[in-house]
Antibody, heavy 121, light 112 residues
Framework: QITLKESGPTLVKPTQTLTLTCTFSGFSLSTSGVGVGWIRQPPGKALEWLAL???????RYSPSLNSRLTITKATSKNQVILTMTNMDPVDTATYYC?????????????WGQGTLVTVSS | QSVLTQPPSVSGAPGQRVTISCTGS?????????VHWYQQLPGTAPKLLIYGNSIRPSGVPDRFSGSKSGPSASLAITGLQAEDEADYYC????????????FGGGTKLTVL
């Protein structure tokens, strides 16, 4: 049974760096074809993909946020960490991590419950 | 502005059939990348509904079906039920700019 859970601060100040941790179980991030992605959703708005890390350490980032994002994995701890620098109120959103399957592209078959991050001074 | 274009809203009466379109381009759907669909019920995380253009994960009713043609894809829901009222998102992969995941802007389905 695959589960994922996001953790991190619920409130950050503008210009600060956000660090979110995705702790998962039920799969290994060293298995070929597997990845973990981060997706966010501002209140009342659409899903926006942020970043993806694959089993082979290949990383992909949203072109519009590439300069602000870093995704890393701690395979032995079953964790994936996302950092986003220079936070702004427009970054207020629910942040999800999800199990990714690489197959003619990639899709997300298991999602965490999400964590709401508010950016405010 | 989402890379994949979906209608903002669709509606239908119980028992009817509705379709949701997802239009991409030659760098994503038109390039042969698969399209996947997610259902998001109010206040919950998205749930995978269709993957690989037309494959239903275990537990997804066969009332839901997906198709793809050229640079576009569609999600069809038959025998509409009240519990189908949700937001629906398409997703694919884009080969531009080193490759990245793309989502549609979402479609709100209202069951009348």
């Amino acid at each position: 049974q695959i589960t994922l859970k996001e953790s991190g601060p619920t409130l950050v100040k503008p210009t600060q760096t956000l660090t979110l941790t995705c702790t998962f179980s039920g799969f290994s991030l060293s298995t070929s074809g597997v990845g973990v992605g981060w997706i966010r959703q501002p209140p009342g708005k659409a899903l926006e993909w942020l970043a993806l890390i694959y089993w082979n350490d290949d990383n992909r980032y949203s072109p519009s946020l590439n300069s602000r994002l870093t995704i890393t994995k701690a395979t032995s701890k079953n964790q994936v960490i996302l950092t986003m620098t220079n936070m702004d109120p427009v970054d207020t959103a629910t942040y999800y991590c999800a199990h990714a399957v690489a197959a003619a592209g990639v899709y997300f078959d298991y999602w965490g419950q999400g964590t709401l991050v508010t950016v405010s001074s | 502005q989402s890379v994949l274009t979906q209608p903002p809203s669709v509606s239908g009466a119980p028992g009817q059939r509705v379709t949701i379109s997802c239009t991409g381009s030659s760098s994503n759907i038109g390039a042969g990348y698969n399209v996947h669909w997610y259902q998001q019920l109010p206040g919950t995380a998205p749930k995978l509904l269709i993957y690989g253009n037309s494959i239903r994960p275990s537990g997804v009713p066969d009332r839901f079906s997906g198709s793809k043609s050229g640079p576009s894809a569609s999600l069809a829901i038959t025998g509409l039920q009240a519990e189908d009222e949700a937001d629906y998102y398409c997703q694919s992969y884009d080969s531009s700019l080193s490759g990245h995941v793309v989502f549609g802007g979402g479609t709100k389905l209202t069951v009348l």
